[in-house]
């Protein structure tokens, strides 16, 4: 029995913007948070127990869900059981991209279903594609993947309900400045609030503290330049001013350390 998360990622070396890991663990529970990328999940394994923004949900062996940009969530594995899935991390870009390359009609932000999905079809093709890297057969990797995206959007939503334009300002002031050392009362002086009615209308937009948002906006930069940057320089760069407090978000968030990251984009 695994006494931590092993997480073993799949190098996509011929991509941009993708990656594919498969994890295993029996007892870890990952907070709330979100990443800055569309997440496609394969259950081989065990339940996925947890919820997103829309739904809460038990997800079984040979489910495919989606985890959109943004989105938060959180999960675990049920009864503390082993859990045994694989992931594709797909960049907004990439999306954006296939979108234009296909010639599939979109406006605004793309979204899609999180409604777990059962098709057997969807089971296969991750399961493909993770055959295909380690046969480092790139037209099969990609005619699979391009299989596979065609099936999801057919769940593809064009709608996203919007969050107030005050929050949506201290939202988008958060993504600027994350470097900064920032106070409760700079970030809600840019929607014209108190600290106090700031920080209540925040945690209930989103369902976490300004301070936890920040920090979640930290580790997935931090990821991005993890493969470039030791991880003391790496901390500083992205707004972490002590070591320790990096690796322990960092940890708490992806589940492992940082050194043992590699770099998704």
């Not at 920090?215 to 493969?227: G, W």
Request: proline content about 4%.
């Amino acid at each position: 029995m695994p006494k931590q998360i092993d997480i073993r990622y799949h190098k996509v070396s011929f991509l941009k913007k993708i990656s594919i890991s498969t994890t295993s663990y029996h007892d870890h529970k990952f907070p709330k948070h979100f990443h800055d990328h569309y997440t496609i999940q394969l259950i081989e394994e065990g339940v996925n127990e947890g919820f997103t923004e829309s739904i809460k949900y038990k997800i079984g062996k040979g489910g495919v869900s989606i985890i959109n940009p943004g989105e938060l969530h959180a999960g675990h594995s049920m009864d503390n059981q082993l859990l045994k899935f694989h992931t594709i991390r797909l960049g907004e870009d990439f999306i954006g991209s296939f979108y234009e390359q296909n010639e599939i009609p979109w406006a605004g932000d793309i979204r899609f279903d999180t409604e777990p999905n059962y098709d057997c079809f969807s089971t296969n093709k991750v399961l493909s594609l993770i055959s295909n890297l380690k046969q480092k057969s790139r037209l099969e990797f990609e005619s699979n993947l391009t299989e596979l995206l065609m099936l999801l959007i057919k769940d593809h939503k064009y709608f996203k309900v919007q969050p107030p334009k005050s929050l949506k300002l201290a939202q988008e002031y958060l993504h600027a400045n994350y470097r900064e050392n920032l106070t409760l009362a700079q970030i809600a002086e840019t929607c014209h609030l108190s600290p106090f009615h700031f920080l209540r209308q925040f945690k209930r937009q989103y369902g976490i503290t300004p301070i936890q948002y920040l920090r979640n906006i930290r580790i997935e930069k931090a990821k991005m330049i993890l493969s470039n940057h030791s991880v003391s320089q790496t901390a500083h760069q992205v707004g972490f001013y002590d070591h320790s407090h990096f690796l322990r978000h960092f940890k708490r968030i992806e589940g492992i350390t940082p050194t043992k990251q590699f770099k998704i984009y």
